[in-house]
């Protein structure tokens, strides 16, 4: 083993997230950033749901609730699903994409 760079790639979070949006699997940092979305979200709907109740609108507190009812359940949902399928490595999803260096390699010794 060589004390050089390892063999995986480095790859900023926006190049993680991007290319989990296209190859198939999700891999960690997208399901972070999904996470963050689902913080935001419950941060947005626990505002609209004190500012329904300082109304005290009872429609108004029913139809915010049911929201964050649905969110909550997809959230629990998208979260069982991972658990049984588990999360890809970028490495990974770039070699299904024909992206990693190893691929670019044999497309070029083919094509001559």
Do not use: Y
Not at 83 to 89: C, D, F, M, N
Request: aromatic letters at 8%; proline letters at 3%.
């Amino acid at each position: 083993m060589e004390g050089g760079p390892s063999n995986k790639e480095r790859f900023s979070s926006a190049e993680a997230v991007m290319l989990g949006a296209l190859a198939p699997g999700v891999n960690g940092p997208t399901w972070n950033t999904v996470k963050i979305a689902f913080l935001m979200l419950g941060v947005c709907l626990a505002a609209m749901l004190s500012l329904a109740f300082s109304f005290s609108d009872s429609s108004l507190i029913f139809h915010v609730t049911f929201l964050v009812l649905i969110a909550a359940v997809l959230f629990v949902l998208l979260s069982s699903f991972l658990a049984e399928t588990g999360l890809v490595s970028v490495e990974h999803q770039m070699q299904e994409m024909g992206l990693s260096k190893e691929n670019v390699g044999d497309k070029s010794n083919k094509s001559n």
